[in-house]
């Protein structure tokens, strides 16, 4: 009898050894999540996505000037007009909206492509964007990675603004000063 508790006894000290080293190792990374440094926002690198046809292939997100910049190229095999962008923040507490409808009298907007009015991008050829008046203030600078979501409305340059399409994607990145 005193053999099988001895046996006990042994399970009993690895089980408490082993439980305590784990819930140390628990500690640490419930601490490390607490102070941000497993933060997703930190971990994960800039970015401006859109869905296939078009690329996003530069983008700045510009406090002091208000606006947000966006370089993008036309990859769907015919020229393309874009008709509005829309690029909304996803924390509420950013609140930036910014809209352009590539109206008559836009800067963003052309009319060399009949009497349609949008911003123009020829297939394969790029387009530089400016969306202004977008609530990005200076307070939001240094204030870590913000995610904006993209809504795009295109139709073919061969076509009209009733075949209007809806293209989404997302911006990850700093806002700068």
């Known amino acids: 009898m005193l053999k099988g508790l001895k046996r006990g006894q ?6 408490m050894t082993y439980g305590w080293a784990i819930l140390v190792v628990l500690v640490v990374i419930g ?3 607490y102070f941000g440094v497993l933060s997703p926002e930190t971990l994960l690198p800039d970015r401006c996505e ?45 609140g930036v909206t910014c809209n352009n409808d590539f109206g008559n009298g ?7 492509f009949g009497a349609k009015w949008g911003k123009y991008i020829p297939n394969g050829g790029t ?5 202004d008046t977008c609530g990005l203030t200076a307070t ?6 913000q995610k904006f979501d993209i809504t795009i409305g295109w139709y073919a340059s061969d076509s009209t603004d009733s075949f209007t399409h809806t293209m989404n994607g ?8």
């Open 106 to 112: 836009e800067a963003n907007a052309t009319q060399d």
């Open 50 to 94: 859109l869905q296939q046809g078009v690329a996003c292939n530069d983008y700045k997100l510009d406090a002091s000037a208000d606006e947000i910049y966006l370089l993008l190229q036309n990859g769907m095999g015919e020229g393309i007009i874009l008709d509005t962008v829309t690029v909304t923040s996803q924390d509420a507490e950013v």
């Open 127 to 131: 387009a530089d964007l400016t969306l």
């Open 170 to 177: 997302q911006i990850l990145g700093d806002i700068e000063q």
């Open 31 to 33: 601490a490390l999540a």
């Open 10 to 15: 042994a399970a009993m000290e690895f089980l």
């Open 140 to 145: 939001l600078v240094g204030t870590g990675k």
